[in-house]
């Protein structure tokens, strides 16, 4: 036995290991050979999809006059604004509007308690008359005293002494005639009416309140709505550039859009030019008056503004959303008519509502690439999936 052991492993042994290793290594390649025949046929190799074509949506260069604006952030503000106060003091009998109520001229808004101005107003009456017979009966007695007194049959100072009191009846009656003018416009107080039309504000007092001509607040407030007016502010360095439009066009347009600059909200022109530069901020302020027919703006509510001041005639543009930058400069990719993507550099002028000017490097009708340019390059095949106009 020890001698066995001494003598290694027994021939058996020694040729069953390549033998399992041969059965397993069979198996494996067995195993393969069924698994590659139940797959079926060979998969197609994957496409090349660099030689593809790229869709893209594409624009055409157009010639047309194009416009440069003045942009700034504007407030609507009333050419007319009034906080309507009682100009006597006395109780608010009634209110003759609602709230937010669009009204005319002259219309009828509030009524104070009349009575105790109609009383002043008879009073005043009252001595008028008074007055007034008083200076009758004495213009009577002057007469009488000039006829007696060219036949002398009156003295002189009577005469004068006749004279004088014609005269105080008719200083007294200019006093009395005052008095009434005055308690009438005082009636007239009562009745509170728009000084122009425009949209009633909420109110600040109820009917049955004690109101005093001296109260601060008001009943409510008037604007007026139709025309309105938009302030805003340009720099002081685009002042040539305004005041040239209006030695060209003394009408200048003007566009109001919404806060977000996505939809026009009304046209109108510009009125007016602030006599000075606000010294703080470098700014000349200016005025624009639209219509507002349809109340598209509202008081104190912001706008962009965007001010017609350029006009520039036979401009070759492109949407602006063409335009690349790169080391050279602008450029565009530019479709012919073998639909290939063809790089070209441009030298650009001013923009305006999307669209920018081509100064040279493109000609008219010749297509730009507007989506899809990022795997574009010179050369490549393109497959046209939209035309913008």
Not at 222 to 233: C, E, G, H
């Amino acid at each position: 036995m020890f001698l066995r052991s001494l003598a290694g492993p027994t021939p058996t042994r020694k040729c069953l290991i390549p033998i399992a290793a041969a059965l397993v290594l069979a198996l494996l390649i067995g195993a393969a050979i069924w698994l590659t025949g139940n797959k079926g046929p060979a998969a197609p190799p994957p496409p090349n999809y660099g030689k593809l074509p790229v869709a893209v949506s594409v624009a055409a260069a157009r010639t047309g006059p194009l416009q440069r604006d003045l942009h700034a952030l504007g407030t609507i503000t009333p050419l007319a604004q009034v906080t309507l106060r009682s100009r006597v003091d006395g109780e608010l009998v009634k209110l003759h509007f609602t709230e937010g109520q669009a009204v005319d001229r002259g219309q009828l808004l509030a009524q104070i308690d009349p009575r105790p101005f109609l009383a002043a107003l008879a009073s005043a009456e009252g001595e008028l008359a008074q007055t007034q017979a008083l200076l009758d009966n004495a213009q009577t007695d002057l007469l009488r005293y000039r006829k007696l007194a060219r036949q002398e049959a009156v003295a002189g100072q009577q005469l004068d002494a006749a004279e004088a009191q014609v005269r105080a009846y008719s200083a007294q009656r200019q006093t009395n005639l005052a008095q009434v003018a005055d308690a009438k416009r005082l009636l007239d107080h009562t009745r509170i009416v728009a000084p122009h039309a425009g949209r009633i504000g909420l109110r600040r007092v109820d009917a049955g309140n004690h109101v005093r001509a001296s109260d601060a607040d008001g009943l409510t407030t008037l604007v007026q709505m139709a025309p309105i007016s938009a302030l805003f502010s340009i720099s002081e360095s685009r002042l040539d550039i305004l005041r040239q439009a209006q030695a060209k066009t003394p009408v200048l347009r003007v566009q109001a859009w919404d806060a977000e600059d996505r939809r026009i909200l009304a046209e109108g022109t510009l009125e007016a030019l602030d006599n000075r530069i606000q010294a703080a901020s470098g700014t000349v302020r200016l005025r624009a008056r639209f219509d507002n027919a349809d109340e598209a703006l509202f008081p104190n509510q912001f706008v962009n503004i965007r001010l017609a001041v350029v006009q520039q005639a036979n401009a070759v543009t492109i949407p602006a959303a063409a335009v690349q930058y790169g080391s050279e400069g602008a450029f565009v990719f530019v479709i012919g008519d073998d639909s290939k993507a063809t790089r070209r550099v441009l030298e650009l002028g001013p923009a305006n509502a999307g669209r920018i000017v081509v100064r040279a490097g493109l000609a008219e009708d010749e297509r730009v690439v507007v989506e899809g340019v990022d795997r574009l390059h010179d050369g490549r095949d393109v497959q046209i999936v939209e035309q913008q106009s």
